[in-house]
T-cell receptor, first 111, second 117 residues
Framework: AQRVTQPEKLLSVFKGAPVELKCNYS??????LFWYVQYSRQRLQLLLRHISRESIKGFTADLNKGETSFHLKKPFAQEEDSAMYYCALSGFSGGYNKLIFGAGTRLAVHP | EAGVTQFPSHSVIEKGQTVTLRCDPI?????LYWYRRVMGKEIKFLLH????????ESGMPNNRFLAERTGGTYSTLKVQPAELEDSGVYFC???????????????FGPGTRLTVL
């Protein structure tokens, strides 16, 4: 079965602390993994995708096929990082596939 | 460019009534997706259009839900009759067909919050 698991509903840290939002997936094949973010009063937007292997707003995520994980990390959290983060996967099949989302993790960064 | 737009932003209706949600994708995006987030749960796929054709409607909960995409442009999602469990936020997303640009990135609308009383 295709599934994305985000075990933490809420992650609360202080500004400057490291952040790791966990994501594990289950998929029989070669999925593409994404992190989407929704800031307060804004729409859901793409933050990262594993194929691009880039750092956005200081966030990175590495696909670990052995552990079927795609954890999102940032070494020093900022208050503006406070948002809802969703891990998602899409089956690699010509780009037509739906996104399967995890339940989301709310990141709260305190001053 | 305005991005994906959805109308209305909020809708409050009574059980048994009908509601129609509208989504206007980004111009030139042939892929159009509908998703739903029910309170406290994950965002779930409902269906996918490629132009005016339904590519995948495996996520539609039941036959009270009807989606259309006239002429391959905007899409509507009608719920008739609405039930209490239909309450949630309905998102629309659009993307290009591969080969025309960014691979598989889906751009989301702001969502329509539906409350069924």
């Amino acid at each position: 079965a295709q599934r994305v698991t985000q075990p933490e509903k809420l992650l609360s840290v202080f500004k400057g602390a490291p952040v790791e939002l966990k994501c594990n997936y289950s998929y029989s094949g070669s999925p593409e993994l994404f992190w989407y973010v929704q800031y307060s009063r804004q729409r859901l937007q793409l933050l990262l995708r594993h194929i691009s292997r880039e750092s956005i707003k200081g966030f990175t995520a590495d696909l670990n096929k052995g552990e079927t994980s795609f954890h999102l990390k940032k070494p020093f959290a900022q208050e503006e990082d406070s948002a809802m983060y969703y891990c998602a996967l899409s089956g690699f099949s010509g780009g037509y596939n739906k996104l399967i989302f995890g339940a989301g993790t709310r990141l709260a960064v305190h001053p | 460019e305005a991005g994906v737009t959805q109308f209305p932003s909020h809708s409050v209706i009574e059980k048994g009534q009908t509601v129609t949600l509208r989504c206007d994708p980004i111009s030139g995006h042939d892929n159009l997706y509908w998703y739903r987030r029910v309170m406290g749960k994950e965002i779930k796929f409902l269906l996918h259009f490629v132009k005016e054709s339904k590519q995948d409607e495996s996520g539609m909960p039941n036959n009270r839900f009807l989606a259309e995409r006239t002429g391959g442009t905007y899409s509507t999602l009608k719920v008739q009759p609405a039930e209490l469990e239909d309450s949630g936020v309905y998102f629309c997303a659009s993307s290009l067909i591969p080969g025309q640009g960014a691979y598989n990135e889906q751009f989301f609308g702001p969502g329509t919050r539906l409350t069924v009383l």
